[in-house]
């Protein structure tokens, strides 16, 4: 319990008291996805708005030995944003920028919390890019989708570490590590991704 205390705290000064939510009333919004599909009440969620306060919270939840969930959109075809009981939920709601255009390379960078339909927007009227129903762009790396056009990612570990990975480089391939790895492998915090030159 009092390390569970001790990580909200900490969870507070990283994302700001306003982002960390610990009102039952708030959690049971965060325990259902969009299959209907219910979990426990999470510890808290916190609402980090950029890669350094990922960072933060990973970290903090690493130290105090708590678990974590990661929660997109929390369309979760699969199940992978349902909360577990005790651990810290970290939603990616507010992460929705596009980082970079690089549209002479034919390359995009964005937070997970964008949408395909914002990413359309963004590449046109010369690049186009596939369109979701539904969920973030993240996400659906994250279950294996868009798997071909990803070519780069930085991605937070389970211990609080950033790692970057570029297709294009020599090495270890972690973008296909991560790609289809239902967040297991940690939390994307940028994804490089291809888009497709209108002729």
């Known amino acids: 319990m009092q390390a569970g205390a001790e990580l ?3 969870a507070r000064l990283v994302c700001g008291a306003e982002h960390v939510l610990t009102d039952p009333v708030l959690l049971s919004t965060y325990r259902s996805d969009g299959a209907r599909r219910d979990g426990p009440l ?3 969620v916190a609402l980090p708005a950029d890669r350094g306060e990922v960072i933060g919270v990973v970290s903090a939840c690493a130290q105090a030995g708590v678990p974590w969930t990661v929660r997109g959109a929390g369309t979760s075809t699969g199940g992978g944003a349902l909360p577990r009981a005790g651990a810290m939920l970290i939603g990616l709601a507010r992460m929705r920028r596009v ?3 690089e549209l002479d390379d034919d390359r995009v960078t964005v937070e997970p919390g964008v949408s395909s339909a914002a990413i359309a927007r963004a590449v046109a009227p010369s690049h186009s890019f596939p369109r979701l129903s539904a969920g973030t762009v993240g996400g659906a790396v994250a279950r294996g989708a868009f798997a071909p056009l990803l070519l780069g990612v930085e991605l937070v570990t389970n211990a609080g570490a950033l790692l ?10 972690l973008t296909g590590v991560f790609s289809g790895s239902g967040g297991r492998r940690g939390i ?3 994804l490089t991704l291809q888009v497709e030159p209108l002729r």
């Open 99 to 101: 980082l970079s255009l």
């Open 188 to 190: 994307a915090v940028a």
């Open 164 to 173: 970057r990975a570029d297709r294009r480089m020599p090495g270890y391939d």
């Open 42 to 44: 999470p510890l808290a």
């Open 8 to 10: 909200i705290e900490r």
